[in-house]
């Protein structure tokens, strides 16, 4: 699976550095906080993603994106009316892979200051309940010089989740 994972990467980048020689590639830290019912069932997810970017016209880039996320299991208490005590059951963690596409404009000048974005793709879930999903994540970010900070609100069905991104662009 990993290495699906990895080759499936490999060649959206790929295929984007071949479209545009105006390109950028990003390395970033990610940091998702679980939303609704997906905090309930996992904590704080870190992770790694690589991102490639090229204009398609001023103020206006396209964008690929791949990596993986780590969300930490819970532990949770329950009352077991049975043996009339509480126990403890804990859920495992899970991670989320993000295969993703959009577009990035910024407000004032071309690759500098302040953007809105919006993604879709395939975020594919490991671990418990793993699963496949669609999904669309809106943004905003910063960018100066060769650093980039973003935040997005990944809606993935029932797994939302608020994401900040602190990348190094090469």
């Known amino acids: 699976m990993k290495k699906l994972i990895f080759s499936l990467s490999f060649v959206v980048l790929s295929i984007g550095a071949a479209f545009s020689q105006d390109g950028k590639f990003s390395g970033g830290l990610e940091l998702a906080l679980p939303l609704g019912s997906a905090a309930d069932a996992v904590g704080l997810g870190f992770g790694l993603t690589a991102r490639y970017e090229a204009p398609i016209q001023d103020k206006?880039?396209?964008m690929a994106t791949?990596?993986?996320?780590?969300?930490?299991?819970?532990d949770y208490k329950?009352?077991?009316p049975f043996t009339q005590t509480f126990e403890t059951l804990s859920s495992g963690s899970s991670t989320l892979i993000p295969i993703q596409g959009g577009v990035k404009y910024f407000f004032q000048e071309s690759d500098n200051g302040f953007y809105g974005s919006?993604?879709?793709g395939l975020f594919i879930g490991t671990g418990t309940g793993?699963?496949?999903k669609f999904g669309f994540?809106?943004?905003?970010?910063y960018r100066t010089g060769n650093l980039d900070f973003s935040a997005r609100f990944n809606i993935i069905d029932t797994f939302n989740n608020l994401g900040v991104r602190a990348a190094y662009i090469f």
Not at 66 to 74: C, D, L, Q, V
Not at 137 to 141: H, L, V
């Open 78 to 80: 329950f009352y077991n």
């Open 130 to 132: 793993s699963s496949s």
């Open 118 to 120: 919006g993604e879709l």
């Open 66 to 74: 791949a990596g993986f996320i780590t969300f930490g299991g819970k």
């Open 137 to 141: 994540s809106p943004g905003i970010g």
């Open 60 to 62: 206006l880039n396209w």
